[in-house]
């Protein structure tokens, strides 16, 4: 079978130890219409046969397939797959996802460069869907319809990330001195400088994370990391990188290890330098308290894609107004103060217990 060898799009892809994920989320991506595309597997040392798998493949896709092998790390397979790449415009996607539409690349990309041509400095994301049986449950409602929102912390790796590789360029590479969460790090760069785009497709992801290391304890490591690097704490980012499983070892995440680490390093910091941390802390939590009211609008199903529901819009028009004070963030840092060291009593009677 002969490929036209300028594609038009590089879909790049991390993978570690993804044999089970591999063989359907390669036939979703044949589905696809009216594009042409390559697709890059940037493995991590993969030990379940994913790399030999992809391989064998190669030649029964209708689409060009490459794979790379390197250290793991998600940020730097990222960087070593758009090193690769040989299209114009760079879709970063993950294996445990699907797309519905059989037009969905070909949309978004029309979309993108529609945006592009009016000099916009843009990327884009699909709409996100939990792949679950039955009824979704309200929590992933909830993260479906955050996604959707153009507000810092809302914009995430697996909803996929389209962008021109010139863009990408300027914006990367993917912080390889983080744990997790680098491919949020880069969405807030360009919100800082550009915009995203909203894609009509709907991306559909597993949620084996949150089902194999637990919805809370996942949720709560994300905010400790989005706050610390909020507030510029990145040597205390770099500590915890010790503490992380990778996705193919994980099983229920354990938080006692972060917050060890975290109150060892606020114990050796000066009383002043301490005070400043938690006031810093309290000002993150206390911009973040949208989330609140939007819950509510989930609950009540007012949510609007992109534009939450009445709730949210009282907390824009009032609440975020009245809370902006230097009042509000001492209670909030006086709050997070108060569960983190509940929290880790919890976990010294835990161990203390033999659990």
């Known amino acids: 079978m002969s490929f036209e060898w300028h594609p038009e799009l590089s879909v790049i892809v991390p ?3 993804e044999s089970a ?13 009216e594009v042409r595309f390559e697709v890059i597997l940037s493995d991590g040392g993969s030990e379940d046969g994913s790399v030999p798998l992809a391989e064998s493949l190669a030649n029964r896709l209708p689409f060009p397939l490459g794979v790379l092998s390197g250290p793991r790390g998600r940020a730097g397979q990222l960087n070593r797959g758009a090193a690769r790449a040989r299209a114009p415009k760079l879709l970063f996607l ?14 978004a990309l029309d979309a993108l460069s529609t945006a592009q041509a009016r000099g916009d400095r ?10 679950v049986p039955g009824p979704v449950p309200l929590p992933y409602r909830y993260y479906g319809a ?3 929102l153009d507000r810092p912390g809302c914009t995430h790796g697996d909803q996929g990330f389209l962008m021109s590789a010139e863009l990408f360029r300027e914006l990367g590479p993917f912080d390889e001195s983080l744990p997790i969460m680098e491919d949020t790090f880069l969405a807030e760069r360009l919100r800082r400088t ?3 785009l909203l894609f009509p497709g709907t991306l559909k992801t597993s949620p084996r994370r949150f089902l194999s290391e637990g919805l809370l304890p996942r949720q709560t490591l994300n905010a400790m990391i989005s706050c610390l690097a909020a507030i510029g704490r990145l040597e205390l980012i770099e500590e915890l990188k010790g503490c992380y499983r990778s ?14 680490t975290v109150r060892a390093w606020i114990d050796r910091l000066p009383a002043r330098e301490r005070r400043a941390f938690w006031l810093e802390t309290g000002n993150f939590v206390r911009l973040n308290a949208w989330q609140i009211p939007f819950f509510l609008d989930v609950v009540l199903e007012t949510a609007r894609p992109g534009a939450g529901g009445t ?17 509000a963030d001492r209670l909030a840092a006086r709050l997070v103060r108060v569960w983190f060291w509940a929290a880790c009593k919890n976990q010294e009677r835990q161990t203390h217990n033999g659990r």
């Open 15 to 17: 993978v570690l130890n």
């Open 21 to 33: 994920a591999l063989l359907p989320f390669l036939a979703g991506l044949a589905r696809q219409e």
């Open 94 to 107: 993950h294996c445990d996802c699907e797309l519905s539409d059989p037009l969905a690349l070909r949309n």
């Open 122 to 131: 843009v990327a884009g994301r699909f709409r996100l869907e939990f792949d």
């Open 146 to 148: 955050k996604a959707t």
């Open 194 to 196: 550009g915009r995203w």
């Open 247 to 260: 996705q193919h070892a994980a099983h229920r995440l354990e938080l006692a290890p972060f917050h060890r």
């Open 311 to 327: 709730f949210l819009k009282l907390h824009d028009r009032v609440l975020a107004r009245l809370l902006d004070t230097g009042l």
